[in-house]
């Protein structure tokens, strides 16, 4: 099992940007493709964008695209999310996940994921 700890959620006003970094712990960090979630109040927890575990590939949801990065840095077992112009509708607790099948080309789903971090806030004002 993997430990992840999210950090750089906060409160920012709407076209303000963040940066959301997941550092591992606990496995082969490199092996594993990241993703990052969002739960929404209300609303079920949502795919937001994946890398493959070697970052030659990211994924992203439509809702997203054009305006958050994925990248990772497998020398420090941390993942980022880059999150910029953001909206009120961005608004939610973000979760990073590591994927539950090594060297899988399945990572687009919450299915694909086993571990989970405990979260980080963001809240996007108007």
């Known amino acids: 099992q993997v430990q992840l700890v999210e950090s750089g959620g906060g409160l920012v006003q709407a076209g303000d940007s963040l940066r959301l970094s997941c550092t591992a712990s606990?496995?082969?960090?490199?092996?594993?493709?990241m993703g990052w979630f969002r739960r929404a109040p209300g609303k079920e927890r949502e795919f937001v964008a994946a890398i493959k575990w070697n970052g030659d590939a990211m994924h992203y949801a439509d809702s997203v695209l054009g305006r958050f990065t994925i990248s990772r840095d497998n020398a420090k077992n941390t993942v980022y999310l880059q999150m910029n112009s953001l909206k009120p509708e961005d608004t939610a607790v973000y979760y990073c996940?590591?994927?539950?099948?090594?060297?899988?080309?399945?990572?687009?789903?919450?299915?694909?994921?086993?571990?989970w971090g405990q979260g980080t806030q963001v809240t996007v004002s108007t």
């Open positions: 996940a590591a994927q539950r099948v090594p060297l899988s080309y399945s990572y687009t789903s919450l299915a694909d994921y086993a571990s």
């Open positions: 606990g496995r082969t960090f490199s092996s594993y493709a």
